[in-house]
């Protein structure tokens, strides 16, 4: 088994260590990742001449791997007649694009002709923050208007989705751009070997066997054309069944749960509409199976300290789950009085698909000005 290492908070030229109580949490759907440590000490010592401010940038340190790069939240000191103790808590740097507004104002508040990665890169870099796409740019977004008051964060989780990615904080404080599940760990969890406690859910309460997107587009007279046609064609609709959960239809002896949805996007509508279907199926499908592990060491079987968005397998037969690769949504390393574990949370990849979105709606012919045309093609080839 692999040394976890001790716990370093780098913090203004100081490297403080004896952490007693530990908690370091980080995760796909959690950004920023966080810190909470402390210690007690019934005399004083080496840490009651520490200097640590509120405010000031930091590392966190795990055996040698970098886990958080960020600052200093809260530092809390406490004296008694027997013991000192202090207790630091703190965020990574992306905690200021869920904190802060969004502030473009040298551009008007605007962005055009900007794909996921610029657009992200451009909110980030207010805050010294850079931005990795790890599987491409993503989509180009003719134009985006920030709209007063809404936080860099809510903005770039929205391109994200509207690229089908995930956006998280990686150790170095900097953002991600990933699809999930695109690393892998050298090992897993399994029962009899490092799992102390686990607990699955599997719920069918959030999933039905049929669902139903109607589109409804917004152009000017087009429910009076579509009108005509009478019956369905007044509206446009995408369906998809999950047979795992009963019938896609009434009247077949087989338990029938529709869920009719709306797609209200302008243009690309029937494409939305089907993807948003099928985003339904898959993501209630996925967040219907889920695994809550707590295991004795806070790295795999190479060394490597569990990481968000990797693939990792899961053997856990007295709880129906076997032979599976899920990905680690969230990992929270801990030691205390229980010791040290980490307790993560997993899931099956499409659990994490981001729901299909058009990131701002235009008229269509809005939106064939703002884009820009094919190259033209000399050699007259086919393209």
Same mark, same amino acid.
């Given at each position: 088994?692999?040394?976890?290492?001790?716990?370093?908070?780098?913090?203004?030229?100081?490297?403080?260590?004896?952490?007693?109580?530990?908690?370091?949490?980080?995760?796909?759907?959690?950004?920023?990742?966080?810190?909470?440590?402390?210690?007690?000490?019934?005399?004083?010592?080496?840490?009651?001449? #520490? $200097?640590?401010?509120?405010?000031?940038?930091?590392?966190? &340190?795990?055996?040698?791997?970098?886990?958080?790069?960020?600052?200093?939240?809260?530092? %809390?000191?406490? $004296?008694?007649?027997?013991?000192?103790?202090?207790?630091?808590?703190? *965020?990574? @740097?992306?905690? =200021?694009?869920?904190?802060?507004?969004?502030?473009?104002?040298? +551009?008007?508040?605007?962005?055009?002709? #900007? !794909?996921?990665?610029?657009?992200?890169?451009?909110?980030?870099?207010?805050?010294? $923050?850079?931005?990795?796409? *790890?599987?491409?740019?993503?989509? +180009?977004?003719?134009?985006?208007?920030?709209?007063? !008051?809404?936080?860099?964060?809510?903005?770039?989780?929205?391109?994200?989705?509207?690229?089908?990615?995930?956006?998280?904080?990686?150790?170095?404080?900097?953002?991600?751009?990933?699809?999930?599940?695109?690393?892998? &760990?050298?090992?897993?969890?399994?029962?009899?070997?490092?799992?102390?406690?686990?607990?699955?859910?599997?719920?069918?309460?959030?999933?039905?066997?049929?669902?139903?997107?109607?589109?409804?587009?917004?152009?000017?007279?087009?429910?009076?054309?579509?009108?005509?046609?009478?019956?369905?064609?007044?509206?446009?609709?995408?369906?998809?069944?999950?047979?795992?959960?009963?019938?896609?239809?009434?009247?077949?002896?087989?338990?029938?749960?529709? @869920?009719?949805?709306?797609?209200?996007?302008?243009?690309?509508?029937? =494409?939305?509409?089907?993807?948003?279907?099928?985003?339904?199926?898959?993501?209630?499908?996925?967040?219907?199976?889920?695994?809550? +592990?707590?295991?004795?060491?806070?790295?795999?079987?190479?060394?490597?300290?569990?990481?968000?968005?990797?693939? #990792?397998?899961?053997?856990?037969?007295?709880?129906?789950?076997?032979?599976?690769?899920? +990905? $680690?949504? =969230?990992?929270?390393?801990?030691?205390?009085?229980?010791?040290?574990?980490?307790?993560?949370?997993?899931?099956?990849?499409?659990?994490?698909?981001?729901?299909?979105?058009?990131?701002?709606?235009?008229? %269509?012919?809005?939106?064939?000005?703002?884009?820009?045309? #094919?190259?033209?093609?000399? !050699?007259?080839?086919?393209?």
């Amino acid at each position: 088994m692999h040394d976890d290492g001790e716990l370093v908070l780098l913090v203004d030229g100081q490297r403080l260590s004896g952490w007693q109580e530990i908690r370091v949490s980080r995760g796909i759907e959690r950004i920023p990742s966080d810190f909470d440590i402390s210690l007690t000490e019934r005399f004083p010592g080496e840490m009651e001449a #520490a $200097i640590i401010r509120a405010g000031t940038p930091c590392q966190v &340190m795990i055996g040698g791997d970098l886990v958080v790069t960020g600052y200093i939240d809260r530092y %809390a000191p406490e $004296i008694s007649p027997t013991a000192h103790s202090i207790r630091v808590v703190g *965020r990574g @740097k992306c905690q =200021d694009l869920v904190d802060c507004s969004a502030y473009l104002r040298g +551009v008007n508040n605007q962005v055009m002709q #900007a !794909t996921t990665r610029e657009l992200a890169e451009k909110l980030a870099a207010l805050f010294g $923050i850079s931005v990795t796409a *790890r599987d491409g740019d993503g989509a +180009v977004v003719p134009q985006f208007n920030v709209i007063l !008051t809404e936080t860099s964060w809510d903005i770039i989780e929205r391109a994200a989705r509207h690229s089908a990615m995930l956006a998280y904080e990686g150790a170095d404080g900097n953002l991600i751009l990933s699809r999930a599940g695109t690393d892998r &760990m050298a090992s897993g969890f399994q029962q009899g070997g490092n799992v102390e406690r686990a607990q699955a859910t599997f719920s069918v309460d959030q999933r039905f066997s049929l669902y139903e997107v109607v589109w409804q587009p917004l152009e000017v007279l087009g429910d009076v054309s579509r009108a005509a046609g009478a019956g369905d064609a007044a509206n446009i609709r995408a369906q998809v069944a999950d047979i795992t959960v009963g019938a896609d239809k009434p009247g077949t002896g087989r338990r029938f749960r529709p @869920k009719v949805l709306v797609s209200d996007q302008d243009q690309f509508g029937q =494409d939305i509409a089907e993807r948003r279907a099928l985003w339904e199926r898959n993501r209630r499908n996925g967040r219907g199976r889920q695994v809550f +592990v707590v295991v004795d060491s806070w790295r795999d079987a190479a060394g490597r300290l569990w990481e968000p968005n990797a693939r #990792a397998p899961v053997d856990l037969p007295a709880l129906k789950v076997s032979d599976v690769e899920w +990905v $680690i949504a =969230d990992v929270t390393y801990l030691r205390g009085e229980n010791g040290t574990r980490a307790e993560l949370l997993l899931m099956p990849a499409e659990a994490f698909d981001p729901e299909p979105i058009v990131l701002q709606p235009f008229d %269509a012919q809005v939106l064939n000005s703002l884009t820009p045309a #094919a190259p033209a093609n000399p !050699t007259g080839a086919p393209p």
